[in-house]
C-alpha cells in the first residue's frame, strides 16, 4: 500500500510539472567542436536534435549576418548571445550591433577577467561596469545579465562572497543573472537556496548535470569532462531547481551539455526534462 501511495504521489507530481511548460533551449558551446569544424552543419545539428531556441558563445570565424541566416534557414531563434566582457570593454557599440544582427534578446559575460582570486575590488570594477552596460543595453532595447561561473563564490571571512557583493550593487532593473547550475553546485552552494536568497534576479539557466561523487567547494570555474553526465542521472535536484526556477520567474532553459560526447547525451537529457514540461 505505502509503495501505491508513493507511486502516486510521484505521477500527480510528474502531472503537475508537465501541465506548465517552457521551451528548452541549447547554448551552441555545447556543439563548439561542430561549429568550428562547420558551421552550417553544426547549425543543422542543432536543427535535427529538436532545439528551436539557441543561445550563442561568438560566431565561430562567420559574421553575425551569416550565422543569423543559417539560424533563420534551420528554424533557430536566438535569444541571447554570450560576449566575452573584454570584447564589451573594448567595442561595445560593435557587441551591441552584433546581438542586433542575430536577432538576440540579451547579452552575458561569461567570466570576468580577474587576477589570482577574485575578490570584492575586482567584483566591484565588474559590478560598475555591468551597471553602465545594463543602462546602455536597456535603451538599446536589450537586456544584459552575468553568468555563474564558480569563483565568484569563495567565502569571504564575513560569510559572504563576491558574488553577494556584485548581486547587492548592481541594478536589478538594469543586470540580471543566468545560472549555471553546475558551476553554482560545484562551488557547494546548493541552487535552490540560491534562488530563494535573491529572488526575481536570475531569468535564465545553464542546465547541465554533475557526476556522483564529483568534488565540491571549488570557486576555480573549471572540472574534469567526466564530471559532466547527462541532465537526470548526476547529482543534481533537478525537480526542486525547475520548480524553484518557475516560481522565481526563471525564463530561459538552457541546456549546455560539457560532457565527452554532447550529441549523444543532448537526446538522453531532453528526454528527461520533457518530463517536468520543458521541451524544445
Not at 534557414?73 to 541571447?80: D, E, F, H, P, S
Not at 553554482?184 to 536570475?202: C, E, H, M, S, T
Not at 547527462?230 to 560532457?259: C, F, M, N
Amino acid at each position: 500500500m505505502k509503495s501505491k501511495l508513493i507511486a502516486a504521489a510521484l505521477l500527480a507530481s510528474s502531472a503537475a510539472f508537465a501541465a506548465e511548460t517552457n521551451p528548452l533551449g541549447l547554448q551552441l558551446w555545447s556543439l563548439r567542436n561542430q561549429m568550428v569544424a562547420n558551421l552550417p552543419s553544426g547549425m543543422a545539428e542543432v536543427k535535427a536534435l529538436g532545439f528551436t531556441e539557441i543561445e550563442t558563445a561568438g560566431t565561430y570565424n562567420h559574421t553575425a549576418r551569416e550565422m543569423r541566416a543559417l539560424a533563420d534557414a534551420n528554424g533557430l531563434k536566438v535569444v541571447g548571445c554570450h560576449i566575452a566582457y573584454e570584447r564589451l570593454q573594448k567595442d561595445f557599440d560593435g557587441a551591441v550591433a552584433e546581438a542586433k544582427t542575430l536577432g538576440a534578446s540579451f547579452i552575458i559575460v561569461a567570466w570576468v577577467p580577474h587576477a589570482s582570486e577574485f575578490d570584492v575590488a575586482q567584483a566591484r570594477v565588474a559590478v560598475a561596469n555591468f551597471n553602465v552596460w545594463g543602462a546602455k543595453l536597456k535603451a538599446a532595447g536589450l537586456a544584459f545579465g552575468f553568468h555563474t561561473h564558480g569563483y565568484e563564490f569563495r567565502p569571504l571571512p564575513d560569510g559572504s562572497s563576491a558574488f553577494d557583493v556584485m548581486m547587492k550593487e548592481t541594478d536589478p532593473d538594469l543586470v540580471f543573472c543566468e545560472m549555471d547550475v553546475f558551476w553554482v553546485a560545484q562551488a557547494g552552494i546548493d541552487p535552490v537556496k540560491l534562488l530563494q536568497k535573491y529572488p526575481n534576479r536570475f531569468k535564465a539557466f545553464h542546465i547541465k548535470d554533475m557526476r556522483k561523487g564529483a568534488a565540491t567547494g571549488l570557486y576555480e570555474g573549471h572540472a574534469p569532462v567526466s564530471d559532466n553526465v547527462v541532465v537526470g542521472q548526476g547529482s543534481l535536484d533537478w525537480p526542486a531547481i525547475i520548480a524553484e526556477g518557475r516560481k522565481d520567474g526563471v525564463q530561459y532553459y538552457l541546456i549546455e551539455d560539457e560532457t565527452a560526447d554532447p550529441v549523444g547525451n543532448i537526446p538522453p537529457s531532453i528526454a528527461y526534462l520533457a518530463a517536468f514540461g520543458l521541451k524544445p
